[in-house]
C-alpha cells in the first residue's frame, strides 16, 4: 500500500488484514505525536460504489461509539478525499478469536465462565451499538471481527457491513451480509426480513458456542438444541449446560423468538453466569441429582403419599435423597415436558 506524503502515516510495510476492497497495514505516526504503532485500514481505489459507501459508513460508525470493548479511531479521511483511511489501536498481542478456536490451547474450551465473559463483552459493546444515535447493527460478528488480548478483554472491529437505522442497506449485488454460519438467517441474500439488533445476538451466540467447542459453527439453528447442544458436546461438564438459556433466546431462526434488547441480553448472560458460579444443577440433573447436597439421587420411597398426600395431584411425585434424605415433592411430567419442547426449538 502506497500512503500520500502529505499523511501523518508512515507503514513498516507490514500487512496484516486484506479483504476484497480494503487493506490494513502497521503504521506509525511521522510525527510522533502518537507513540507506538497503530493500524491503518485503507480502501482500495477504483472499487465500486458500494465500497465506498460503506466504508464512509463505517467510519461514521466507529467515530461514534465509545466503548472498552470495540475499536478506537484516532485519524481518519474526510470524505472528498482520494485516499479513504483510517487510523485504529493495535495491540501486538491481540489475535483473532478465530485463529484462539483453532489453536491447540483455547482458554474457552468447556469453561463456561469465560465463555460467558466473552459473550458478555460482546452484549456491552452492542448495547452502546443500540444506544447509538442512529442505532447500529454490526451485522458481521465473526469470531475473525473478535480481538481477543492477553488479558480476554476483547474489542469488536470491521464495521464494513455495519447498518445504521433509518438507512438503507449497502449490500452488492446477490450478495448475503455476513458471515456464512454465523450469519443471522435475515441477513442471508433475498431475505426481505427486518434486519435488528436480533442478527448481532444470533452471531454473538454463535460465537460463544464456537468459543467453548473450539469448532466451527454449524448452520441453521436446530443442531444447538440437539446434536451440537452442550449436553451432547460435554457430556461429563454439566456447568456447560446452563448455556441453553442463552443459546434459546438467541439461535433462533425467526428473530422474532430472539431478544428484542442488548440491555436483556446482558442481563440474562449475568443471571447465567451466577447460576453456573453459585452450583446450580441444569435441568437435566435435577431428579436424578440432589439439588441440595449433590450427592445423592433422588428416588421414591415407602409410604411417601403419607407426606405430600393420598393421592398426590397428577404428575406429582415424592422423591427422597438417598444422601442427604431431603424430600421433595416432584413434578416429573413438567421436567420432561420443558426438556422435550427445548428439542424441538430452532
Not at 493500524?39 to 458500494?50: C, E, I, T, V, Y
Not at 467515530?63 to 475499536?71: N, V
Not at 436480533?198 to 440437539?226: C, H, M, Q
Amino acid at each position: 500500500m502506497k500512503i500520500p506524503m502529505n499523511l501523518r502515516w508512515k507503514t513498516t510495510e507490514k500487512t496484516v488484514g486484506e479483504g476484497g476492497q480494503a487493506q490494513v497495514v502497521l503504521v506509525i505516526d511521522k510525527n510522533a505525536e502518537f507513540g507506538g504503532v497503530w493500524a491503518l485500514k485503507a480502501l482500495k481505489r477504483d472499487g465500486p460504489s458500494q465500497a465506498y459507501e460503506r466504508f464512509s459508513r463505517e467510519v461514521s460508525a466507529i467515530q461514534k461509539l465509545r466503548h472498552p470493548s470495540i475499536i478506537h479511531i484516532v485519524d481518519c479521511s474526510s470524505p472528498s478525499d482520494d485516499f479513504q483511511f483510517y487510523v485504529m489501536e493495535y495491540d501486538e498481542g491481540a489475535r483473532p478469536l478465530g485463529k484462539i478456536i483453532k489453536a491447540e490451547y483455547n482458554p474457552y474450551y468447556g469453561n463456561p465462565i469465560k465463555s460467558l465473559w466473552l459473550f458478555e463483552q460482546i452484549c456491552s459493546a452492542l448495547v452502546a451499538c443500540d444506544k447509538s444515535s442512529p442505532k447500529i447493527v454490526h451485522r458481521d460478528l465473526s469470531p475473525a471481527n473478535i480481538l481477543v488480548k492477553a488479558d480476554l478483554t476483547i474489542k469488536v472491529i470491521d464495521f464494513g457491513l455495519c447498518q445504521l437505522q433509518g438507512s438503507e442497506t449497502i449490500t452488492l449485488v446477490d450478495e448475503g451480509v455476513g458471515t456464512v454460519n454465523y450469519m443471522a438467517p435475515e441477513c442471508e441474500s433475498g431475505s426481505e426480513d427486518v434486519i435488528g439488533v436480533g442478527a448481532d445476538l444470533y452471531s454473538a451466540s454463535k460465537i460463544l458456542w464456537s468459543a467453548i467447542t473450539s469448532l466451527k459453527v454449524f448452520s441453521r439453528e436446530s443442531p444447538a438444541f440437539n446434536a451440537k447442544s452442550m449436553p451432547e458436546m460435554f457430556p461429563e461438564n454439566p456447568k456447560t449446560w446452563h448455556l441453553h438459556h442463552i443459546f434459546e433466546k438467541t439461535i433462533r431462526r425467526d428473530w422474532r423468538n430472539r431478544w428484542g434488547s442488548t440491555v436483556e441480553a446482558e442481563a440474562a448472560a449475568r443471571r447465567v453466569r451466577f447460576l453456573i458460579e453459585s452450583g446450580y444443577p441444569p435441568l437435566e440433573e435435577i431428579g436424578p441429582r440432589c439439588p441440595i447436597c449433590g450427592v445423592g439421587e433422588l428416588s421414591g420411597f415407602e409410604q411417601s403419599h403419607a407426606v405430600f398426600g393420598n393421592p398426590n395431584p397428577r404428575g406429582i411425585e415424592s422423591r427422597q435423597c438417598t444422601y442427604c434424605g431431603i424430600c421433595f415433592p416432584f413434578n416429573s411430567l413438567k421436567r420432561m415436558e420443558t426438556l422435550n419442547t427445548r428439542k424441538k426449538l430452532e
